[in-house]
């Protein structure tokens, strides 16, 4: 399978630890994204590379959270230190170009626990 | 900013019912529409993407609408089967926008019951 893949797929921390989330995109894919899936607010923008470089960083989530990607084919998101409300599921997604009408591929997420 | 609202966040229907799901959105640029399916334990996958030029879009099973004028775009899976039961996400993208930024759509978790 080709598509994104992020590991783990679960994590459980305890408060004030220092977590990193792990993602490979498609191969050949110029866009990445992180996002932060909850039930109440849906899908919050954390990220976004555009060619390895950082576009946008959601404003709301920069205190804490920090993603990196060093290469083309490698993300990191650096949650430190992680709190219960950090507890979600974190989601990769990739996109080959930078035309706003291409489809996002996901991988299937991290489901942390923050205790 | 874009501000995007999905409606209803939960719904169950029977089997061989339509389900209603609805989106506003609020930037009158946005030109770019896409539904996202998440199914128990799996990554969301793509149901259909539509432009702003199309206001009807039929797949297997299910029809997208986009009124532009009220800026609302809805997704009605009709005849819906077990099978249909997921998480459903809207997503808007600013076809004027370098970035190309996606603004999503908080979720429906539909249900259908045997």
């Known amino acids: 399978d080709a598509g994104v893949t992020q590991t783990p797929r679960h994590e459980v921390a305890e408060k004030g630890q220092t977590i990193i989330l792990k993602c490979e995109p498609v191969s050949g894919h110029n866009d990445l994204f992180w996002y932060r899936q909850t039930k109440i607010q849906g899908l919050e923008l954390l990220s976004y590379f555009r060619s390895k470089s950082l576009m946008e960083d959601g404003g709301a989530f920069k205190d804490r959270f920090k993603a990196e990607m060093l290469n083309s084919s490698f993300s990191t998101l650096k949650i430190q230190p992680t709190e219960p409300k950090d507890s979600a599921v974190y989601l990769c997604a990739s996109r080959q170009g930078q035309l706003s009408n291409e489809r996002l591929f996901f991988g299937h997420g991290t489901k942390l626990s923050v205790l | 900013g874009e501000q995007v609202e999905q409606r209803p966040p939960h719904l169950s229907v029977r089997e061989g019912d339509s389900a209603f799901i609805t989106c506003t959105y609020t930037d009158p640029n946005s030109y770019y529409f896409f539904w996202y399916k998440q199914e128990p334990g799996a990554s969301l996958q793509l149901l259909m993407k539509v432009f702003s030029s199309t206001e009807i879009n039929e797949g297997q099973g299910f029809t997208v609408l986009l009124n532009k004028k009220d800026k609302r775009l809805s997704l009605n899976l009709t005849a819906a089967h077990p099978g249909d039961s997921a998480a459903y996400f809207c997503?808007?993208?600013?076809?004027?926008?370098?970035?190309?930024?996606?603004?999503f759509g908080a979720g429906t978790q539909l249900i259908v019951i045997p």
């Open positions: 997503a808007v993208s600013d076809g004027g926008s370098a970035l190309g930024r996606l603004h």
